[in-house]
T-cell receptor, first 114, second 114 residues
Framework: AQTVTQSQPEMSVQEAETVTLSCTYD???????LFWYKQPPSRQMILVIR??????QNATENRFSVNFQKAAKSFSLKISDSQLGDAAMYFC???????????FGKGTRLHILP | KAGVTQTPRYLIKTRGQQVTLSCSPI?????VSWYQQTPGQGLQFLFE???????NKGNFPGRFSGRQFSNSRSEMNVSTLELGDSALYLC?????????????FGPGTRLTVL
């Protein structure tokens, strides 16, 4: 069965610094999607970034980028120039296909220190 | 466009009762998914509906059920409530539920079972 593991329950970073959140997953599939979702204290979850497994190029969205290592089954999220508004719970997620459910990791709570 | 809305936002019930939660997706979205979020278990997938049909189902007992209407609005029902059902219930909508589709989450319904 597919699993998603986020080994860092909580992290802190100084404002304007760079932080990397880790995520590993287990699958025997070759084609799938990976996601990072952000859940701020207000609770509305939003998509930060997504990666298609068959694409070798790492996805980037402004200050957010991923380091996708398919062979190692690793999908880390890098946040550059951290801002106070980045403080949130971050969830890594995996989905194999349309007819399959999305599996979320347990999350990493990120604190931004002013 | 209006976002995903969920009603009610808060609910307090007692053991043995039943509850119905409602989710209105973004206009034009045909897929609605439901998740249970608890501090211990994290985010767990309940089920997904697409065009009034249940397409995917998580590992929850039969007390948890749902449905989708022709206008894509969805309801989930929990019968014979247990203390362990206390959680934040999140609904998410997407265009057609494709593998890489962005899921747009609602603010959630906080259910407390006494």
């Amino acid at each position: 069965a597919q699993t998603v593991t986020q080994s860092q329950p909580e992290m802190s970073v100084q404002e304007a610094e760079t932080v990397t959140l880790s995520c590993t997953y287990d699958t025997s599939e070759s084609d799938y999607y990976l996601f990072w979702y952000k859940q701020p204290p207000s609770r509305q979850m939003i998509l930060v970034i997504r990666q298609e497994a068959y694409k070798q190029q790492n996805a980037t969205e402004n200050r957010f980028s991923v380091n996708f290592q398919k062979a190692a089954k690793s999908f880390s999220l890098k946040i550059s120039d951290s801002q106070l508004g980045d403080a949130a719970m971050y969830f890594c997620a995996y989905r194999r296909g349309r007819d399959d459910k999305i599996i979320f990791g347990k999350g990493t709570r990120l604190h931004i220190l002013p | 466009k209006a976002g995903v809305t969920q009603t009610p936002r808060y609910l307090i019930k007692t053991r043995g009762q039943q509850v119905t939660l409602s989710c209105s997706p973004i206009s034009g979205h045909r897929s609605v998914s439901w998740y249970q979020q608890t501090p211990g278990q994290g985010l767990q997938f309940l089920f997904e509906y697409f065009s009034e049909t249940q397409r995917n189902k998580g590992n929850f007992p039969g007390r948890f059920s749902g449905r989708q209407f022709s206008n894509s609005r969805s309801e989930m029902n929990v019968s014979t409530l247990e203390l362990g059902d206390s959680a934040l219930y999140l609904c998410a909508s997407s265009l057609d539920g494709g593998s890489g589709d962005t899921q747009y989450f609602g603010p959630g319904t906080r259910l407390t079972v006494l």
